[in-house]
């Protein structure tokens, strides 16, 4: 296992993601019971302005949701009036783990259980309705993973068993549950839309309107699409999967052909998540390319 200890990059790196974590467009509406609207975020004030933010001990084993988590847990120790009470709270009914709370917070002499989860979904069909967003693995849906939140996750304090592990930790009864989703969703790429541009598409109403999108894309239609443009490519690997990417160094992205040529060597199952490069070296968009096993596990 390698070090936990950060090179320079590193630490600018998770920088910029636990500033995204923070300060990003929540993917849930605040009509969402539990879910903070924008404003809430933009005014959390981090004290220290130079916090050291965790590292996975392995990049190389590198899990998306564990490292979101870990990054908003020191966050939360760098809020002005927040304690973090304790995170990554098990509970448990005799032999049987009935979950675990992501994070206890108290604020104002309130106890509050935070759920924390940053997602990623591609829309198919009618992109109005919740169950026809899909993750880059499309066992990974919209409207089951936001029901397994409102309905066990945010609800695992009202248990007797939940509500006595809080009494035992933090000496007193939850008072409020927040539900803190970012993420990202991804809709079809049209041949008429323009790159680094939302197009006119629906969404589900559980959706903040003001979320972050991008694009998808079958994967046979990439060349066809893209091919000719003066642009490059990059793989994202789920470790920048939250901030956009610092500048690249373009003569080292691959153009189009190139690129494809690449993945024919990779063994990803469903679908490649790539960042669109401009001239300048600047992130121009993010989106997948999408194999037919995805679409066939989709059902689209």
């Given at each position: 296992?390698?070090?936990?200890?950060?090179?320079?990059?590193?630490?600018?790196?998770?920088?910029?993601?636990?500033?995204?974590?923070?300060?990003?467009?929540?993917?849930?509406?605040?009509?969402?019971?539990?879910?903070?609207?924008?404003s809430w975020f933009q005014n959390l004030q981090i004290v220290n302005p130079q916090p050291i933010w965790p590292a996975p001990?392995?990049?190389?084993?590198?899990?998306?949701?564990?490292?979101?988590?870990?990054?908003?847990?020191?966050?939360?120790?760098?809020?002005?009036?927040?304690?973090?009470?304790?995170?990554?709270?098990?509970?448990?009914?005799?032999?049987?783990?009935?979950?675990?709370?992501?994070?206890?917070?108290?604020?104002?002499?309130?106890?509050?259980?935070?759920?924390?989860?940053?997602?990623?979904?591609?829309?198919?069909?009618?992109?109005?309705?919740?169950?026809?967003?899909?993750?880059?693995?499309?066992?990974?849906?919209?409207?089951?993973?936001?029901?397994?939140?409102?309905?066990?996750?945010?609800?695992?304090?009202?248990?007797?068993?939940?509500?006595?592990?809080?009494?035992?930790?933090?000496?007193?009864?939850?008072?409020?549950?927040?539900?803190?989703?970012?993420?990202?969703?991804?809709?079809?790429?049209?041949?008429?839309?323009?790159?680094?541009?939302?197009?006119?598409?629906?969404?589900?109403?559980?959706?903040?309107?003001?979320?972050?999108?991008?694009?998808?894309?079958?994967?046979?239609?990439?060349?066809?699409?893209?091919?000719?443009?003066?642009?490059?490519?990059?793989?994202?690997?789920?470790?920048?999967?939250?901030?956009?990417?610092?500048?690249?160094?373009?003569?080292?992205?691959?153009?189009?052909?190139?690129?494809?040529?690449?993945?024919?060597?990779?063994?990803?199952?469903?679908?490649?998540?790539?960042?669109?490069?401009?001239?300048?070296?600047?992130?121009?968009?993010?989106?997948?390319?999408?194999?037919?096993?995805?679409?066939?596990?989709?059902?689209?």
């Amino acid at each position: 296992m390698q070090s936990s200890e950060t090179h320079p990059s590193d630490q600018a790196q998770l920088k910029q993601d636990a500033k995204w974590s923070l300060a990003s467009p929540p993917l849930i509406g605040e009509t969402h019971d539990g879910f903070p609207n924008a404003s809430w975020f933009q005014n959390l004030q981090i004290v220290n302005p130079q916090p050291i933010w965790p590292a996975p001990e392995d990049w190389s084993r590198f899990r998306l949701g564990v490292q979101f988590e870990r990054l908003w847990h020191r966050a939360i120790e760098g809020l002005a009036d927040y304690e973090l009470v304790a995170h990554n709270l098990q509970v448990h009914d005799g032999e049987r783990t009935l979950g675990e709370f992501d994070a206890l917070v108290r604020y104002a002499d309130q106890l509050e259980h935070w759920e924390f989860a940053v997602k990623f979904y591609l829309g198919t069909g009618d992109l109005s309705e919740s169950h026809n967003w899909f993750g880059p693995n499309p066992q990974d849906r919209l409207d089951l993973k936001l029901a397994h939140m409102q309905l066990h996750q945010m609800q695992l304090g009202n248990t007797p068993a939940g509500r006595k592990t809080v009494l035992s930790c933090a000496a007193q009864d939850i008072d409020s549950t927040r539900g803190i989703m970012k993420g990202r969703l991804f809709y079809p790429l049209l041949s008429e839309a323009e790159m680094g541009k939302r197009s006119p598409q629906a969404y589900p109403a559980c959706v903040n309107p003001d979320h972050l999108s991008g694009w998808w894309l079958p994967i046979e239609a990439f060349l066809s699409r893209f091919s000719g443009l003066n642009l490059r490519f990059r793989t994202l690997e789920k470790r920048h999967w939250l901030a956009p990417l610092a500048r690249s160094v373009y003569s080292q992205c691959l153009i189009a052909e190139e690129y494809l040529a690449q993945l024919t060597n990779e063994n990803e199952h469903y679908a490649h998540a790539i960042a669109v490069i401009d001239s300048d070296g600047n992130e121009l968009s993010r989106g997948f390319l999408v194999k037919p096993a995805w679409f066939a596990a989709t059902g689209y």
